[in-house]
């Protein structure tokens, strides 16, 4: 199923380390196509971000469905590293500047792992801590 528009996004509150932060993941539908996902501290400081391009997927019969996946997995990736630590260097330093990943579908960032690896890794380390 084509769709044109963007698909509804997803939004959550979480707390972690004794604050409360936000996730946002959103797609900016086929003319624009790009999922973002962005963690807010601090009421609204962005400390990470990361986009995805789909455009190689634009003309698929089941575009909806694979934005809907890669939404999932790249806010899931998201809550996963932030529940990890991975991000709490960013956090403690106001000053530091948002990291933004920028990577094709299904692609890798940074020479590094996707972030469905990312996200697999950091709920390993979460249940061997016990949380």
Do not use: C, W
Request: charged share 25%.
């Amino acid at each position: 199923m084509k769709h044109a528009g963007p698909l509804v996004g997803r939004n959550v509150n979480v707390t972690h380390g004794g604050r409360t932060y936000h996730v946002q993941t959103e797609d900016s539908g086929a003319r624009r196509p790009n999922v973002t996902t962005h963690l807010f501290a601090d009421g609204g400081r962005i400390v990470h971000s990361v986009k995805t391009s789909y455009a190689e997927h634009v003309a698929s019969p089941d575009l909806a469905d694979r934005v809907r996946a890669l939404m999932s997995e790249q806010h899931g990736a998201m809550l996963a590293a932030l529940s990890a630590g991975e991000f709490d260097q960013l956090i403690l330093d106001p000053a530091a500047r948002p990291a933004i990943e920028r990577r094709g579908f299904g692609e890798q960032f940074h020479g590094g792992p996707r972030l469905d690896q990312l996200a697999r890794k950091a709920l390993t380390r979460l249940r061997r801590r016990g949380r």
